[in-house]
């Protein structure tokens, strides 16, 4: 994980039905996430989106 994903670690994902997902946009705030999801709803209606908080890998969470 690069430093600018470090910074804005609230991630939205379009959910895709092959059950595999798509990084859309990283924002540093929840409340900026949600707010973008709620447009994202209005714009694609039949679409699923997540957002998740990416904890990235450490070095501790790194196997070896």
């Known amino acids: 994980m690069n430093y600018q994903q470090q910074l804005n670690p609230w ?11 798509l990084a859309v946009l990283r924002f540093r705030r929840r409340n900026d996430a949600e707010a973008y999801l709620r447009v994202l709803k209005q714009t694609q209606p039949h679409a699923k989106f997540a957002i998740t908080f990416d904890v990235g890998q450490g070095e501790y969470a790194k196997a070896e």
Request: charged share 10%; hydrophobic share 45%.
């Open 11 to 21: 991630v939205i994902h379009k959910l895709l039905p092959n059950l595999s997902q």
